[in-house]
C-alpha cells in the first residue's frame, strides 16, 4: 500500500487468480489486513481497540436484525414484545436481548479507549487528520444510534430519556420548538416518534458500517501510528499485519469477548438502569431521569449551567453538550507539537491524564442524582474540559521542550546492543534469524 | 482560528466557574435541611436466595411456595401479566396440575360468547397469561383508594435492590407513632402518612398505599409444611417474583460457564499462538544459533580445549 516494500499480492490457486483477475477482492482484503500491509512492528495494545470496536458494530448488527425480527415498534406492543416475546418465548431471545444490549456498552468501551489511546498519542495530527474526523463521525453516529436503540423498549427511561433529549431542540429560539415537533411527529414521544426511531436505529448502523470503511481506508494512506509517534523509515521498522497482528488482535479479541460474556451471562442488567423495566408512562416522570452510562459525562455538561447569562441556561447548556464533541474535530489544529506521541512530552502527559480524570469526574456526576456539591463539582470539570481543550492544549504545544524521540521505530524497540549485533541491512523484515547454517 | 476557539472555551469555563460559586454560595447562606425521607429511608435487608450469584439455580419448592403466596395473597390486587400458565413448567409442575391451576384461577379470561357474539369469559388455559384482577387501570383504581398496584412480572428487575428490597418491603410495615430510625430520632408530623398510606421506611418516600399484605403466621398452608411465618412467606414471594422476571436464569448460568470456558481456552491458545509467531520477530536484529558471538566464542573455546584447529 503506502510503502514500497508491502507485498503485493499473488494468487496461489487458480481460482484466486481467476477472481483476481476479474474483481480483485482477495488483493483489496490482502492489501487491507493481510499480508500486504506493513504495520509498525512496535504497537502496544491500545491499538487492539478498533479491531474490537468493529467487532461489536458486527455483533450489533447480527443480534439486532435477529431482535427486528421479533420487535414490534408500536407503543401498545414494544414493551411486552421485549420483554415477553423475546426474553420469554424465542429461543435464546433472552440471549439475543442480553448480548445486544451489553453490546452496545461494550462498544462504547472499547471506542473510548480507542479515542483516548489517539488523544495520547497524537493520533489526530497529520497526516492522520481526516482519520480522526471521520472516527467522530463514527462516535456521533454511535451515540445517535444507541440513544435511539435505548427508547425502543419503551421503559420509562426510554420515554423519558426521549423526552429530555429531543427536548435539546427547544432550548433554540424560534426555531426550536417547532422543529422539536416535526422530528418527533408529535409534542410528545409517542407512535410517530418510535416508528422513526425504529427506522433509523435499523438504519444508522449501516452508515457506520460506511463510515468505518472510510476510516480505515484513510487510515491506509499513511498507515498506522506507533507508540513513539515516529514514521515508518525502513522496511524492518514494520511487520506484515497478517500473521502478526491477526494473531495479536485475535488473542486479544478473545479475551475482551471473555470480559464481555461474563458480563452478558452473569449480570446483564448491571449496566442497565432499573426504571426501564417499567413500561413506559407520559403521567408519572420518574425521580432521576439518567441515560446510559456512556453519555453521563455530556449529561453532566448539560446540566452544569444552572444561570441565565444573556442565553437561558438551557441553551448554554445544549450548546456546551454539542460544543464539547465537535471541538474535538479541531484537535489537529489547536494541538500544533510537531511531536505526536504524548510519551515524549513531559507537560502534555500530565494534563492528559488530568483530562481523563476530569472525564471520569463528569460521568459520575451526571450519573448521580444532584445535590449541591455534585452540581458544583460537574461545573469545575466541566469548565476544566473546556480549557483543557481550547486553551491549555494550544499553550502547551506552544511552549513546551519534547523529550528527545528515538531515532526510528527499530531503536525503540530493540536495545542498543542487540542493534549494534546485526549489520545494517542484514535484519529481514519478517522476523527470524538472520543466520540459518554456519 | 485557536483565538476564537480559546475565547469560546474561555466564555463557556467563566460561566460555569461563576455558576458554581454562585451555587457554593447559596448552599452556604442556605443550606438545604435534610428531608425526612433521607433521615428515615432504609436500605433493603439482606436476602440470600439459591438463585444468587453466577451458579446460582431455583430452589423450585421454594418458588412453588412463593407462587402459593402469590395466587392466595398478592394476586387480589397484583398482576402477573407477562408470566403465562405454561411457563410454571420451570417451578416443577406437570401439564395436568398446570391445566388444573389455569382451569381453577380465580380471574376467567376475557373472550366472546360463540352464540351471540357478545363479551363474555371462558376458564383459563395453559397457554393464557395469568388474568390480571382488574379488567383495567381505573378498575384498579377503584377498587384501591385511587393508587394503582403496579405488575408483579418484572418487579424484581425494576426497582433498585431486587429481590431484597421486596422481601424488606414485605416484612417492613411499622406503626409511625412509635417509629424510631437508628439514630432514635422520632419520625417528624410531616412525614407521617396521610389518609390511606402507610408507613414502610423501605418505601422511597416512606409511605406506601399498600398496606400490609403479610399480617399473620399461617395466612397460607403450606404443602410441604414449611412454617408459614410472615418472614418465610416474604421470603418466597421475593424468591417467585425473581423466578417470574428471570425464568430463563438457569440457562442463562449454564450457559454462560461454558462460554466462559471456551472463550478462556480460546484465549489462552490464542496467546499461545501469538507468542509463537512473535517469537522471532522481537529479536529481529538478534543473530541467533552459531552466527550469535557469543555461540561462536563458545565454539571457539571448546575447538581449542580439544585442539582441534578450525
Redesign the interface.
Same mark, same amino acid.
Given at each position: 500500500m503506502s510503502f514500497s516494500w508491502a507485498r503485493p499480492y499473488e494468487p496461489k490457486h487458480p481460482v484466486m487468480r481467476w477472481l483476481d483477475e476479474r474483481l480483485p477482492l482477495p488483493r483489496l482484503v490482502y492489501g487491507a489486513i493481510g499480508g500486504g500491509y506493513p504495520v509498525p512492528?512496535n504497537l502496544n495494545y491500545l491499538w487492539n481497540f478498533g479491531v474490537l470496536a468493529g467487532i461489536f458494530l458486527t455483533i450489533q448488527i447480527v443480534t439486532g436484525i435477529v431482535l427486528a425480527m421479533h420487535y414490534f415498534a408500536t407503543t401498545d406492543g414494544a414493551f411486552?414484545s421485549v420483554?415477553?416475546l423475546i426474553? $420469554?418465548d424465542v429461543s435464546a431471545g433472552?440471549?439475543l436481548r +442480553?448480548a445486544h444490549m451489553n453490546g452496545a456498552s461494550f462498544f462504547f468501551i472499547v471506542t473510548y479507549i480507542h479515542i483516548f489511546r489517539g488523544l495520547y498519542y497524537g493520533s489526530y495530527k497529520a497526516p492522520r487528520e481526516l482519520v480522526w474526523m471521520l472516527g467522530l463521525v463514527i462516535y456521533l453516529l454511535m451515540m445517535a444510534t444507541a440513544f435511539m436503540g435505548y427508547v425502543l423498549p419503551w421503559g420509562q427511561m426510554s420515554y423519558w430519556g426521549a423526552q429530555v433529549i429531543t427536548g435539546f431542540f427547544s432550548a433554540f429560539p424560534l426555531i426550536g420548538e417547532p422543529m422539536r415537533v416535526w422530528l418527533l411527529g408529535g409534542y410528545a414521544p409517542d407512535q410517530a416518534a418510535l416508528t422513526r426511531f425504529f427506522s433509523l436505529h435499523y438504519l444508522l448502523p449501516f452508515v457506520i458500517a460506511g463510515v468505518v470503511i472510510l476510516h480505515i481506508w484513510a487510515l491506509h494512506i499513511p498507515g498506522s501510528g506507533n507508540p513513539t509517534g515516529v514514521d515508518v523509515k525502513e522496511e $524492518?521498522d514494520t511487520?506484515p499485519f497478517h500473521? &502478526?497482528y491477526t494473531? !495479536?488482535d @485475535?488473542? &486479544?479479541a478473545?479475551?475482551v469477548?471473555?470480559v464481555y *460474556?461474563?458480563v #452478558? +451471562?452473569?449480570a446483564?442488567?448491571y449496566l442497565g438502569h432499573?426504571?426501564? +423495566?417499567?413500561p413506559a408512562n407520559p403521567l408519572a416522570t420518574p425521580?432521576h431521569i439518567v441515560p446510559e452510562w456512556y453519555f453521563w459525562p455530556f449529561y453532566a455538561i448539560l446540566r452544569?449551567? #444552572?444561570?441565565d447569562?444573556i442565553l437561558p441556561a438551557k441553551l448554554?447548556g445544549v450548546l456546551?453538550m454539542f @460544543?464539547s464533541i465537535l /471541538?474535538l474535530f479541531?484537535l489537529p489544529?489547536?494541538d500544533k507539537s510537531p511531536v505526536r506521541s504524548g510519551a515524549y512530552r513531559p507537560v502534555f502527559k500530565r494534563f492528559f491524564w488530568l483530562l481523563v480524570i476530569d472525564v471520569v469526574i463528569l460521568g459520575y456526576v451526571g450519573g448521580a442524582p444532584l445535590n449541591?456539591w455534585r452540581?458544583?463539582l460537574g461545573? /469545575?470539570a466541566?469548565? +476544566?474540559y &473546556? %480549557?483543557h &481543550?481550547? %486553551?491549555i492544549l494550544?499553550l502547551v504545544s506552544a511552549f513546551e521542550t519534547p523529550d528527545p524521540l528515538p531515532s526510528s521505530i527499530?531503536s525503540s %524497540?530493540?536495545h542498543g546492543e542487540? *542493534?549494534e *549485533? =546485526?549489520p545494517a541491512g542484514? *535484519? !529481514?523484515p519478517?522476523?527470524?534469524? %538472520?543466520?540459518? =547454517?554456519? | 482560528m485557536r483565538f476564537i476557539l480559546g475565547f469560546i472555551g474561555s466564555v463557556f469555563a467563566a460561566i460555569l466557574l461563576f455558576s458554581m460559586i454562585s451555587n457554593l454560595a447559596t448552599y452556604v447562606k442556605n443550606p438545604p435541611a435534610p428531608l425526612a425521607a433521607e433521615k428515615f429511608h432504609k436500605e433493603p435487608k439482606e436476602l440470600r436466595l439459591k438463585s444468587d450469584g453466577p451458579f446460582g439455580k431455583f430452589d423450585k419448592a421454594q418458588l412453588q411456595r412463593g407462587f402459593q403466596v402469590y395466587s392466595e395473597v398478592c394476586s387480589a390486587c397484583h398482576s402477573l401479566k407477562l408470566v403465562s400458565f405454561r411457563e410454571l413448567k420451570g417451578l416443577g409442575y406437570n401439564d395436568a396440575e398446570i391445566k388444573k391451576i389455569a382451569s381453577d384461577w380465580k380471574t376467567q379470561v376475557p373472550s366472546i360468547n360463540p352464540d351471540t357474539g357478545e363479551p363474555a369469559t371462558r376458564k383459563a388455559l395453559a397457554s393464557d397469561n395469568i388474568p390480571a384482577p382488574f379488567a383495567n387501570e381505573v378498575a384498579a383504581r377503584a377498587a384501591n383508594n385511587n393508587a394503582l398496584p403496579p405488575d408483579l412480572s418484572l418487579i424484581t428487575k425494576s426497582r433498585e435492590g431486587g429481590a431484597a428490597y421486596i422481601y424488606s418491603l414485605l416484612t417492613g410495615w411499622a406503626n409511625p407513632d412509635t417509629y424510631r430510625n437508628e439514630h432514635g430520632e422520632k419520625l417528624p408530623a410531616e412525614a407521617k402518612p396521610g389518609p390511606n398510606l402507610h408507613f414502610n421506611p423501605y418505601f422511597a418516600n416512606l409511605n406506601i398505599a399498600m398496606p400490609p399484605p403479610l399480617t399473620s403466621e399461617g395466612q397460607v398452608t403450606y404443602a410441604d409444611g414449611t412454617k408459614p411465618t410472615v418472614d418465610q412467606m416474604a421470603k418466597d414471594v421475593s424468591a417467585f417474583l425473581v423466578w417470574t422476571a428471570e425464568p430463563n436464569l438457569e440457562n442463562r448460568h449454564a450457559a454462560g460457564l461454558s462460554v466462559a470456558i471456551f472463550l478462556l481456552f480460546a484465549s489462552i491458545l490464542g496467546y499461545l499462538a501469538y507468542r509463537q509467531i512473535w517469537h522471532d520477530a522481537k529479536r529481529v536484529v538478534r543473530v541467533t544459533g552459531a552466527l550469535d558471538p557469543k555461540n561462536q566464542a563458545k565454539s571457539k573455546s571448546a575447538k581449542a580445549k580439544q585442539g582441534v584447529v578450525g
Open positions: 512492528r411486552n420483554n415477553q426474553m $420469554r433472552w440471549l +442480553y $524492518r511487520l500473521p &502478526f494473531a !495479536k @485475535g488473542w &486479544f478473545a479475551f469477548l471473555l *460474556a461474563i #452478558t +451471562y452473569f446483564p442488567d432499573p426504571d426501564n +423495566y417499567i425521580a452544569s449551567f #444552572t444561570i447569562f448554554w456546551a @460544543g /471541538l479541531f489544529w489547536l449541591w452540581t458544583a461545573q /469545575l466541566s469548565a +476544566y &473546556f %480549557v &481543550f481550547l %486553551v494550544p527499530s %524497540v530493540l542487540e *542493534a *549485533a =546485526a542484514q *535484519a !529481514k519478517r522476523g527470524g534469524s %538472520v543466520a540459518t =547454517a554456519g | -
